[in-house]
C-alpha cells in the first residue's frame, strides 16, 4: 500500500536524526580516545609503535568506510558474536575515527616547537607529565578546528551504517520511501537534516580556523 | 573455530577484476569531470557577479554537508520523478562529478588565492587576454600548489566510489556484494575487496607522485 508523505512521515524522519546523532557522538567519544593513543604511538621514541600506528593508520585512509563497517559486521560472526548493526556500526565508526583523528593530532602535537618539550625535559618533567601539561594543551589549541571539521566528515560517515541496516537517518528515509515512494520529498528532507546537523559545525570549525590563523600571524 | 575459505573468492577473482576496472574508469572519469566543473566553478566563485557567486557558494555547501549516500539515493531514485531517468553507472558517474566538483572547487579556489595579485597585474600589463591570465598566470602555478590536495582529494573519491554499489553500479564493492550472495563467504570476500582498495589508493598514490615528479620538474623560484 503506497501511502501518502505528510505530516507523520515527516516527523518520523526528523526523529530519527537522534539515532545518527547518538552514533556520532558514541564514535566520536571513542575515535577521540582511540585517536590520542594513535597520535601518542605515532610521536613516541618507539619505532614499532610508530610503525604500527602508521600502519594502523594507513589501512584504515587507504580503505572505504564501507568496507570497514562490512568486515567489523561480518567479522563479528567469525569471532562468535551475534551480529548486530548497532555494534557493529559503532566499532567500525570507532577506529575510523581513531584513525583519522590520530593522523590529525599527530599533526598538531608535532607543530608544537621542540623547544617546548626539550624545555620540559630540562626542568625534570617525565612523559606523562611532559605531555599532560606542556605539549597536549598546545596542540590542543591547534586541533580545535581541524578536529570540528572531521566532526562533520564523520556525521556524514555515519549514513553508511544504513547500508548494514542500523536505522538511523537515511535508512528511516529508506524505509519512509520504500512505504510513500516519493523519493524526491523524502530523501530532499533527509539531506536538509544532515544539513542542519553538519552546516553549523562546517562554519565553526571555519569560523576557528580564521581566527587561528589571524592570531598566528602576528 | 571459524574456518576461513578463500578458494570461492579467488575461483571468481576475474568479477572482481572487472569490478576494480570499473572503479578505475567511473574515479578517473568523475575526477576529469569534476575537475572542469571545479576550475569552471573556482573561476565563478573568485571573478564572477555576486549572484553567480551565491548560487556556487550554495552549490559547495549543500554537497559537502550531507552524505554522499543521500547525493546518490536523490539522484538514482528523486531524480527520476523530475523526468530524468538515469542508469545506475550514469547516476553514480553524476553523483561522483557533482560531489568531487564541490571539493574541488574550494582546493582550487585556494591554489588561486595563493596567487599574488602583482602576477595578474603583471600579466594584464603584457597585453595578454583574460583567458590567457587565467590559463597561464593563475592555472598552471595554483595547480601545482594544489596538487597533493588535489590528489588525496582523489583517492578519496574512489574510496567514497564504493558507495554506488548500493545502487548496483557495477564497481567492485557491487562485485562483493554479488559475490558474497553467491557463495556466502561474506567475511572473505570483503577482506579481499579491502585489500584491492588498499592495492588501488597505493598504486594511484605511486602514479601521483611520479606524475609530479615528472609535470612539475621546473623550479619554483629562481
Same mark, same amino acid.
Given at each position: 500500500?503506497?501511502?501518502?508523505?505528510?505530516?507523520?512521515?515527516?516527523?518520523?524522519?526528523?526523529?530519527?536524526?537522534?539515532?545518527?546523532?547518538?552514533?556520532?557522538?558514541?564514535?566520536?567519544?571513542?575515535?577521540?580516545?582511540?585517536?590520542?593513543?594513535?597520535?601518542?604511538?605515532?610521536?613516541?621514541?618507539? %619505532?614499532?609503535?610508530?610503525?604500527?600506528?602508521?600502519?594502523?593508520?594507513?589501512?584504515?585512509?587507504?580503505?572505504?568506510?564501507?568496507?570497514?563497517?562490512?568486515?567489523?559486521?561480518?567479522?563479528?560472526?567469525?569471532?562468535?558474536?551475534?551480529?548486530?548493526?548497532?555494534?557493529?556500526?559503532?566499532?567500525?565508526?570507532?577506529?575510523?575515527?581513531?584513525?583519522?583523528?590520530?593522523?590529525?593530532? %599527530?599533526?598538531?602535537?608535532?607543530?608544537v616547537?621542540?623547544?617546548?618539550?626539550?624545555?620540559?625535559?630540562?626542568?625534570?618533567?617525565?612523559?606523562?607529565?611532559?605531555?599532560r601539561?606542556?605539549?597536549?594543551?598546545?596542540?590542543?589549541?591547534?586541533?580545535?578546528?581541524?578536529?570540528?571539521?572531521?566532526?562533520?566528515q564523520?556525521?556524514?560517515?555515519?549514513?553508511?551504517?544504513?547500508?548494514?541496516?542500523?536505522t538511523?537517518?537515511t535508512?528511516?528515509?529508506?524505509?519512509?520511501?520504500?512505504?510513500?515512494?516519493?523519493?524526491?520529498?523524502?530523501?530532499?528532507?533527509?539531506?536538509?537534516?544532515?544539513?542542519?546537523?553538519?552546516?553549523?559545525?562546517?562554519?565553526?570549525?571555519? %569560523?576557528?580556523?580564521?581566527?587561528?590563523?589571524?592570531?598566528?600571524?602576528? | 573455530?571459524?574456518?576461513?575459505?578463500?578458494?570461492?573468492?579467488f575461483?571468481?577473482?576475474?568479477q572482481?577484476?572487472?569490478?576494480?576496472w570499473?572503479?578505475?574508469?567511473?574515479?578517473?572519469?568523475?575526477?576529469?569531470?569534476?575537475?572542469?566543473?571545479?576550475?569552471?566553478?573556482?573561476?565563478?566563485?573568485?571573478?564572477?557577479?555576486?549572484?553567480?557567486?551565491?548560487?556556487?557558494?550554495?552549490?559547495?555547501?549543500?554537497?559537502?554537508?550531507?552524505?554522499?549516500?543521500?547525493?546518490?539515493?536523490?539522484?538514482?531514485?528523486?531524480?527520476?520523478?523530475?523526468?530524468?531517468?538515469?542508469?545506475?553507472?550514469?547516476?553514480?558517474?553524476?553523483?561522483?562529478?557533482?560531489?568531487?566538483?564541490?571539493?574541488?572547487?574550494?582546493?582550487?579556489?585556494?591554489?588561486?588565492?595563493?596567487?599574488?595579485?602583482?602576477?595578474?597585474?603583471?600579466? *594584464?600589463?603584457?597585453?595578454?587576454?583574460?583567458?590567457?591570465?587565467?590559463?597561464?598566470?593563475?592555472?598552471?602555478?595554483?595547480?601545482?600548489?594544489?596538487?597533493?590536495?588535489?590528489?588525496?582529494?582523489?583517492?578519496?573519491?574512489?574510496?567514497?566510489?564504493?558507495?554506488?554499489?548500493v545502487?548496483?553500479?557495477?564497481?567492485?564493492?557491487?562485485a562483493?556484494?554479488?559475490?558474497q550472495?553467491?557463495?556466502?563467504?561474506?567475511?572473505?570476500?570483503?577482506?579481499?575487496? *579491502?585489500?584491492?582498495y588498499?592495492?588501488?589508493?597505493?598504486?594511484?598514490?605511486?602514479?601521483?607522485?611520479?606524475?609530479?615528479?615528472?609535470?612539475?620538474?621546473?623550479?619554483?623560484?629562481?
Amino acid at each position: 500500500m503506497i501511502r501518502p508523505f505528510g505530516w507523520n512521515e515527516f516527523l518520523i524522519i526528523v526523529m530519527a536524526a537522534q539515532w545518527t546523532i547518538a552514533l556520532s557522538a558514541i564514535a566520536f567519544a571513542g575515535g577521540g580516545i582511540g585517536g590520542l593513543l594513535i597520535a601518542l604511538a605515532r610521536v613516541s621514541d618507539v %619505532r614499532p609503535l610508530r610503525l604500527a600506528a602508521l600502519g594502523f593508520i594507513r589501512v584504515f585512509q587507504g580503505t572505504p568506510l564501507l568496507m570497514q563497517l562490512f568486515l567489523v559486521f561480518f567479522g563479528m560472526n567469525i569471532f562468535g558474536l551475534a551480529i548486530n548493526p548497532w555494534i557493529a556500526a559503532t566499532i567500525a565508526l570507532t577506529l575510523h575515527a581513531s584513525a583519522f583523528l590520530g593522523e590529525i593530532w %599527530r599533526g598538531c602535537i608535532e607543530a608544537v616547537p621542540s623547544g617546548q618539550r626539550e624545555a620540559a625535559t630540562a626542568l625534570g618533567l617525565k612523559y606523562y607529565n611532559r605531555m599532560r601539561y606542556i605539549v597536549l594543551p598546545q596542540a590542543a589549541r591547534i586541533a580545535v578546528a581541524p578536529t570540528v571539521g572531521f566532526l562533520v566528515q564523520l556525521i556524514k560517515g555515519t549514513s553508511l551504517a544504513a547500508i548494514i541496516g542500523f536505522t538511523e537517518l537515511t535508512r528511516q528515509g529508506q524505509i519512509i520511501n520504500n512505504a510513500t515512494f516519493s523519493p524526491f520529498m523524502v530523501f530532499g528532507t533527509v539531506a536538509v537534516l544532515y544539513f542542519i546537523l553538519c552546516w553549523p559545525l562546517s562554519l565553526l570549525a571555519r %569560523r576557528m580556523e580564521l581566527k587561528f590563523s589571524r592570531a598566528t600571524q602576528r | 573455530m571459524y574456518e576461513f575459505n578463500f578458494a570461492p573468492v579467488f575461483a571468481s577473482f576475474d568479477q572482481l577484476l572487472l569490478g576494480a576496472w570499473l572503479t578505475i574508469r567511473l574515479s578517473c572519469a568523475a575526477m576529469l569531470l569534476g575537475l572542469i566543473v571545479s576550475i569552471i566553478c573556482a573561476w565563478g566563485k573568485t571573478a564572477g557577479p555576486s549572484l553567480i557567486r551565491f548560487v556556487i557558494n550554495a552549490y559547495i555547501e549543500i554537497i559537502r554537508n550531507t552524505p554522499f549516500l543521500v547525493q546518490i539515493f536523490f539522484i538514482f531514485f528523486g531524480l527520476p520523478s523530475l523526468g530524468l531517468r538515469l542508469s545506475p553507472n550514469s547516476a553514480a558517474l553524476l553523483a561522483l562529478v557533482v560531489n568531487f566538483g564541490a571539493y574541488g572547487t574550494e582546493i582550487i579556489r585556494a591554489g588561486i588565492e595563493s596567487i599574488q595579485k602583482g602576477q595578474v597585474e603583471a600579466g *594584464t600589463a603584457l597585453g595578454l587576454s583574460k583567458l590567457q591570465v587565467f590559463r597561464y598566470i593563475i592555472m598552471k602555478p595554483a595547480l601545482r600548489t594544489v596538487y597533493p590536495s588535489l590528489t588525496s582529494q582523489f583517492i578519496y573519491l574512489m574510496l567514497t566510489s564504493s558507495v554506488v554499489s548500493v545502487i548496483s553500479a557495477d564497481d567492485l564493492a557491487a562485485a562483493g556484494n554479488d559475490l558474497q550472495s553467491a557463495t556466502f563467504a561474506s567475511f572473505e570476500v570483503y577482506i579481499v575487496i *579491502t585489500l584491492m582498495y588498499l592495492a588501488l589508493s597505493i598504486g594511484f598514490s605511486a602514479i601521483f607522485a611520479a606524475i609530479e615528479k615528472m609535470a612539475f620538474k621546473y623550479p619554483l623560484s629562481r
